[in-house]
């Protein structure tokens, strides 16, 4: 599989873990068309695929209403095509269990915000697509991790939102969305999420301002324009994508928004819905169950 790692390297992109199904899953069709026998997730983690999208989408005629899932869509399918895979998206219909996938494939298990917490990026990844076999992959089993989350007294993820978007009932979408298009959300409109941005966990592979900003307005959906106005003027650096894209969105919500919303692509009922944070139990000296 490492010649796999170093095609999604060079776009930016990393594996995060397989598995092989089970008999008799329920499991998406593979290349030749019948059930796929193995999986292997993949995933963005930190910025490092940030400027390969922005050279992607400078090289657009026109920026598509999804970039970053265009972009996803076109470099994993390039590189299932060259390995003998299929590739599926977390915004393909149905969707996909990319979440219970990667509590599979590495072991990862829910933040309080939903969000998977992976031991070396924290809260800073997201799944880009996966690639689907069919043969069975010589994929180990994850190792034994410890949840940071378990370790965290304070959880300042909890208490940074102004409007305690995230509650032990779940993701309050509405409260969420009316404030960063609110007139006191412009800190989160560009600099993004302040409860995902006060966890302490992996901070150096915290994303860049205008990559934050760009997935708040995949989830906001910018339906008055002013978040790409607010970045092109106010990021150094900020690439003309905003005009280009924020035309191309006519005001409508992205599919590009599952990396912030749950950073998994498992909705139900048109609204996004992620894992609960539940403490892990304690292990007995010999490991336990």
């Not at 280009?244 to 996004?272: C, I, Y």
Request: proline share 9%; with cysteine; aromatic share 8%.
């Amino acid at each position: 599989m490492g010649g796999i790692a170093e095609a999604l390297a060079a776009h930016g992109l990393v594996l995060f873990g397989g598995f092989v199904f089970l008999s008799g899953e329920d499991a998406p069709a593979g290349p030749a068309g019948r059930p796929a026998r193995s999986a292997l997730l993949v995933s963005q983690a930190g910025a490092e695929a940030w400027p390969h999208f922005l050279a992607w989408c400078d090289a657009q005629a026109k920026v598509p209403a999804d970039p970053l899932d265009q972009w996803s869509r076109a470099v994993i399918g390039e590189i299932a095509g060259q390995f003998g895979a299929s590739a599926v998206s977390p915004s393909d219909r149905p969707f996909l269990p990319f979440q219970r996938w990667a509590m599979r494939a590495e072991g990862l298990k829910p933040s309080p915000l939903g969000i998977l917490m992976h031991p070396l990026f924290g809260l800073w990844h997201a799944f880009r697509g996966a690639l689907l076999f069919d043969t069975e992959l010589p994929v180990a089993e994850p190792p034994a991790r410890v949840h940071p989350c378990d370790a965290c007294v304070e959880k300042p993820c909890l208490k940074a939102c102004l409007v305690g978007a995230h509650t032990a009932a779940g993701f309050q979408h509405g409260a969420c969305l009316a404030h960063v298009l609110g007139a006191a959300g412009k800190t989160c409109r560009t600099a993004g999420c302040l409860d995902r941005n006060a966890c302490p966990v992996a901070s150096e592979h915290r994303y860049p301002p205008d990559m934050q900003a760009f997935l708040m307005s995949a989830f906001s959906g910018d339906r008055t324009g002013q978040l790409a106005g607010e970045c092109a003027d106010g990021l150094a650096g900020s690439p003309p994508l905003w005009e280009r894209w924020a035309a191309a969105k006519g005001g409508a919500q992205s599919v590009d928004d599952r990396d912030f919303k749950d950073a998994s692509g498992e909705k139900a009922g048109g609204t996004a819905t992620s894992l609960p944070y539940q403490a892990s139990p304690p292990q007995s000296p010999q490991g336990g169950d």
